[in-house]
Nanobody, 115 residues
Framework: QVQLVESGGGLVQVGGSLRLSCAASGLTVDSYAMDWFRQAPGKQREVVATLDRWGGTNYADSVKGRFTISRDNAKNTVYLQMDSLKPDDTADYYC?????????WGQGTQVTVSS
């Protein structure tokens, strides 16, 4: 059974940094594409960053150059390093994996950026 557990959210000031973690079980993070999504109040959930099986990454335009997705295979964990945070980054952040035939989501971790 696949489980994704996020941690690392919190309150941070504009320009600050946070590192989110997604601890996975039931899958190995280097065998599947792993994503981070976020959902701000009143908005649709959007993909923020993707890390594919081969280590390739892709980012939303709004976070390019500020966010970095990575993984630690030994810990079976995916990370999202978030730097130069802005108020628009305030959202609930979710870890995601697609393991055929379904999507798996973590419970989310809240990030609030205060100005």
């Amino acid at each position: 059974q696949v489980q994704l557990v996020e941690s690392g959210g919190g309150l941070v000031q504009v320009g600050g940094s946070l590192r989110l973690s997604c601890a996975a079980s039931g899958l190995t993070v280097d065998s599947y594409a792993m994503d981070w999504f976020r959902q701000a109040p009143g908005k649709q959930r959007e993909v923020v960053a993707t890390l594919d099986r081969w280590g390739g990454t892709n980012y939303a335009d709004s976070v390019k150059g500020r966010f970095t997705i990575s993984r630690d295979n030994a810990k079976n964990t995916v990370y999202l390093q978030m730097d130069s945070l802005k108020p628009d980054d305030t959202a609930d952040y979710y870890c995601h994996a697609y393991v055929r035939p379904r999507n798996y989501w973590g419970q989310g971790t809240q990030v609030t950026v205060s100005s």
